[in-house]
């Protein structure tokens, strides 16, 4: 049986702004600079096929930083697929910010963007053959709220999808992550910016029902962090803003009847005198590089979880 190489990239939270020299006293001082940076070190990367960015592509959801980013990304070589973090959209309708329908004609720019019946920015696309890409949309939309949401809607159209390709290997993308494991919910830190406990749950069993999931990804804690439940990888990206400017890149090695995933982060710029909160930023040794082994299970489907009935 044939196994397929596949490599790919994760970038996140690159909080693009216009170049006003105003700070947030967590950001780096150009985003700009990061971002071509990251730009060019993947069209180096070889045999690279793809790039996913997990959210918060700009800070402010504002027209003109999301032309820049755009142009910007003209310069990558490969396919890249975008994802909605909550400071991408403001559904309040206040001048100057992005909302939702604003932010996917933006993206259908870009990537073949349909969107699923959910009422939200969700979709579903084949960026390889046997490769699933799904992103969700966990925002709140009351800019910026951290918190994550996932609504039963969501969650319907997620488990039907999934058993309409049950041979494809999932890549999920959702900015907030929808971390399950003791430990990482048990910290206070990252409370206030994760998916609500219950709907992360539910989450969970519908991709341990599908089985062939190659990764969680999501961004938004600034934090690269890795854990494995169920044989289901979830990580969280370090950020490209900074203290340090960093992003991720996987090597899966896939067939249909077994996985393999191993990543590591590639630290881009020599950013800001190290702030109190950098060894929080590194992670640890297992949250930057490592190799796991994916669970397949057969296709057969999970009862629909309690929550989202
Ligand atoms: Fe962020
Ligand atoms: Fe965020």
Known sequence: MATERIRFAQVSDIHLMPETGCRCWWMSESPRRQLEAAIAH???VPDLRF?????????QADPPSFQCFQEILSQLRVPYYLSLGNHDIDTLGRKGRFNRDQFVRWCQDQFPLQLAPTG?????LAPLPGIRLIALDASLGRFPLPQGVLRPAQLHWLSEHLQSVPEEWLILLIHQPPFTSARQMDSVLFRKYRVLTEQALALHDILASHGRVVAVLSGHLHVPKMYVRDGIPYLTAPPLVGPISALRVFELDVNPRRGILRYHWVNLLELDPSPLWHGLVMGTRRDRWGEIPLRVKGSQSLPLPAAIR
Do not use: A, C, K, P
């Open 42 to 44: 993947l069209n180096q």
């Open 51 to 59: 790039v996913v960015f997990t959210g918060d592509l700009v800070d």
């Open 120 to 124: 939200y920015v969700d979709y579903s």
